[in-house]
């Protein structure tokens, strides 16, 4: 395979994983979390990232980008135990599980600005990987703002 498209490929393949982890991450989230605002909030970003998902599957089929089962990392099995831990020592839960999104999402940021970097990647998964970059950035802010009114 050439190296160009090795490398766009696992890109996407860590793009990929690394929202398979922020799935069931915020599904952790909003089980450790009391306040029923903040539930609706972390279930609303496991649906963005469920369609995130599905946009990347979908923007270069002729890849082999994994099965479409949500597995995660074991990585991300170390985070969600780590929310767990957190979460029975916090004081304030939902505050604990927005800094938790908090820190996530400013490592998705990270990782798709890394995939950007990819020279030879098509134009249309660019654009697919910014607007989901963008939207990653939006919800940075809201959860933001959610953790300083807490």
Do not use: C
Not at 56 to 72: D, F, K, N, T, Y
């Amino acid at each position: 395979m050439n190296t160009d498209i090795k490398k766009i490929e696992e890109h996407l393949k860590d793009l990929i994983s690394k929202n398979e982890d922020a799935i069931k991450g915020f599904e952790k989230a909003s089980e450790n979390s009391k306040d029923v605002g903040i539930k609706s909030y972390f279930e609303k970003k496991i649906i963005d990232r469920m369609q995130f998902l599905k946009e990347l599957r979908a923007s270069v089929p002729e890849l082999e980008l994994g099965s479409v089962q949500i597995e995660g990392s074991a990585a991300g099995t170390l985070h969600r135990t780590w929310m767990d831990i957190k979460a029975f020592f916090a004081e304030d839960n939902d505050e604990a599980m927005l800094e938790e999104a908090i820190r996530g999402d400013k490592a998705a940021i990270n990782d798709y600005d890394n995939a950007l970097t990819e020279v030879m990647m098509p134009h249309r998964l660019k654009e697919i990987i910014r607007a989901q970059k963008e939207q990653l950035q939006n919800a940075l802010e809201t959860t933001e703002v959610l953790e300083d009114y807490r």
